[in-house]
């Protein structure tokens, strides 16, 4: 059951020589993407319901209150549930077409250790370290 195997996982240990993104690395990397997107699936579907059973209207205006906040902060969850999700398919799809596991903006192997704590990175580490300086410096 791959979608199983997210949280069991260990991390993958390549044999000697073995070729960065083999297929069984691949393999590896799809079962935690898809480990990852089945339990958002499930996630959301259980919002869902609660928001549908939930959806009585209290006579009581502070009651009303904490309803709304609670059903905006589902709703904002939700949507970050979806673009990860997205993010994910579009990792998945990475893999596909053989680009997964190298950085989007320089090419180099973006390296399994980090891959493995992060399965939807797309820059190598130091990509990312500049492109968080340059996101700070927009935003002063
Ligand atoms: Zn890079």
Redesign the pocket.
């Known amino acids: 059951m791959p979608q199983e195997l997210h949280k069991q996982a260990s991390p993958y240990k390549p044999k000697k020589g073995e070729t960065y993104m083999s297929s069984k690395q691949l393999m590896h990397f799809r079962n935690i993407l898809e480990g990852i997107k089945f339990e958002l699936g499930r996630d959301i579907d259980r919002t869902v319901h609660t928001m549908q059973d939930e959806a009585t209207i209290f006579a009581d205006p502070n009651d009303r209150a904490s309803q709304e906040s609670d059903m905006a902060l589902e709703l904002r969850n939700r949507d970050r549930e979806r673009k990860l999700i997205k993010k994910i398919d579009e990792t998945i799809a990475k893999i596909d077409t053989g680009d997964y596991g190298y950085?989007?903006?320089?090419?180099?192997e973006?390296g399994l250790k980090r891959l493995e704590a992060r399965p939807t990175a797309t820059?190598?580490?130091?990509?990312?370290t500049l492109d968080e300086i340059r996101e700070k410096q927009v935003a002063k």
Request: hydrophobic residues 30%; aromatic residues 0%.
């Open positions: 950085c989007e903006s320089c090419g180099v973006i820059l190598c580490i130091d990509c990312k």
